[in-house]
């Protein structure tokens, strides 16, 4: 049997081949051809999402931030100046009246006038006064008088007279008694009646009571005057200079005099104005040294001691007053405690009454905490606040610093600085400037 040589015959092309073959293998190489378009697919996919990763992870080279920082210095306490207002007070105040009513016939200043203590200022009507003194000093200089004569005893004159007059009662009832013997003799014999015996013995009786009466009043003028008429006459003349007396100060008060230096603030009554006892007339207003009036709280008074003395501002110039007095009274309403400075007495030109003063008042509030500029901080959650401290990263790059969000409470500010406690401790740094660029984590250089 011969064999047939092989012929070399063109191979089909892939429709050709795909077309006369049969039909269950034209679908399984269908198939084959869409599993590796999807795997060729899926593999590209893959290929462009490792590559977003890793262009996505890969560092980026950036400059870090420069700060400037804070080393953190704790203390244990901090001074608050506050400023209180207080009034210009005078030192002295008066409304001047007089003592008693009367017609005002004169007032010698008008308000605003300056004047020194012991000037006149008003004047009562003072006549009626006057007349009264004068019928007083008419009464005393009559008991005064009659003193005299007492003071000096009877006059010899009047002795002389009086002895005179013993004498010659004497004389008179010597004679009598002589007719009385002679009657009775007469009577015994009946040449007279029992009458006329009777008017000579009555006339002879009489006669010796005339005569006791004179040597009575002649002992007393040689024992001169009773110390106790003197008394009483001294007495009577000392009454009438105590109302001469108590007239002068009548008259004197009828004339208002300053009781101090000052000004005159008001001007209430005019001449001719009838005025009761006490009525204001004048207000004096003292301006020596002017007295500025606050009220402090209890804890602030307690720092103070009288004699200390701190500024004033008052209308925009400053003053330093001395602490005069604290007054022992708490005010019920505002619960404070009144203090009392004194003013240079220079200032008694610049100042009125009831001007408002400042004044300023340092207190030592004893808490921790740290003085932190403004520009520290930033706003956080639940009104608290928020600084942020660096801290060495733990890559080899000593330069670079990481950001920490500290909380803190602030206390007080002062101009442009707080006091603020928190979660800082001493020797950590605080960058004081451009928080608001800052995230926590973030990493800066500091400040050389």
């Given at each position: 049997m011969q064999s047939i040589p092989e012929q070399n015959l063109p191979e089909p092309s892939v429709s050709q081949s795909l077309s006369e073959a049969p039909l269950p293998r034209r679908l399984s190489r269908k198939i084959g051809w869409m599993l590796g378009a999807i795997a060729l697919l899926g593999g590209l996919t893959l290929l462009g999402v490792r590559t977003l990763l890793t262009r996505e992870s890969a560092p980026q080279m950036v400059d870090a931030l420069v700060v400037e920082t804070l080393m953190v210095e704790p203390v244990e306490s901090y001074t608050v100046a506050r400023t209180y207002t207080g009034e210009v007070v005078a030192g002295r105040t008066s409304e001047l009246g007089f003592e008693q009513g009367g017609e005002l016939v004169e007032v010698l200043v008008d308000r605003g006038d300056r004047i020194t203590a012991g000037e006149p200022l008003a004047r009562l009507d003072t006549r009626r006064l006057q007349a009264q003194r004068a019928q007083l000093m008419a009464q005393r200089d009559r008991a005064q008088a009659e003193l005299l004569e007492l003071q000096n005893g009877p006059r010899r004159e009047a002795i002389a007279s009086a002895q005179s007059s013993v004498q010659d009662l004497e004389n008179q009832l010597e004679l009598e008694r002589l007719r009385q013997e002679r009657r009775e003799v007469l009577y015994t014999e009946g040449a007279i009646s029992l009458e006329d015996r009777d008017v000579v013995a009555f006339g002879a009786d009489a006669l010796e009571e005339r005569l006791a009466a004179a040597r009575s009043q002649l002992e007393e003028l040689q024992n001169g005057t009773r110390p106790e008429q003197l008394m009483a006459q001294q007495a009577t003349v000392e009454q009438l200079a105590a109302s001469i007396a108590d007239l002068d100060i009548a008259i004197e008060k009828s004339t208002i005099f300053a009781p101090f230096s000052g000004a005159i603030a008001a001007r209430r009554l005019d001449e001719g104005a009838i005025v009761e006892a006490?009525?204001?007339?004048?207000?004096?207003?003292?301006?020596?040294?002017?007295?500025?009036?606050?009220?402090?709280?209890?804890?602030?008074?307690?720092?103070?001691?009288?004699?200390?003395?701190?500024?004033?501002?008052?209308?925009?110039?400053?003053?330093?007053?001395?602490?005069?007095?604290?007054?022992?009274?708490?005010?019920?309403?505002?619960?404070?405690?009144?203090?009392?400075?004194?003013?240079?007495?220079?200032?008694?030109?610049?100042?009125?009454?009831?001007?408002l003063a400042d004044i300023e008042l340092a207190q030592t509030i004893d808490e921790e905490g740290i003085w932190l500029p403004l520009s520290a901080l930033t706003q956080g959650d639940r009104g608290l606040w928020s600084a942020f401290a660096v801290q060495p990263t733990e890559e080899s790059d000593d330069d670079l610093f990481q950001v920490e969000r500290r909380q803190v409470e602030v206390l007080h500010t002062e101009g442009d600085r707080a006091f603020v406690r928190g979660v800082l401790v001493a020797g950590d740094r605080v960058i004081t400037d451009g928080v608001q660029r800052l995230v926590p984590g973030q990493q800066v250089q500091l400040m050389d």
């Open positions: 006490g009525q204001p007339i004048l207000r004096l207003v003292e301006q020596a040294e002017p007295e500025v009036e606050v009220g402090l709280p209890l804890e602030a008074i307690a720092n103070l001691n009288a004699g200390g003395s701190f500024p004033v501002s008052i209308g925009g110039q400053p003053y330093d007053a001395a602490i005069a007095a604290i007054l022992p009274e708490v005010d019920s309403t505002t619960r404070t405690q009144t203090v009392v400075l004194r003013l240079p007495s220079t200032a008694a030109t610049n100042l009125s009454p009831d001007q």
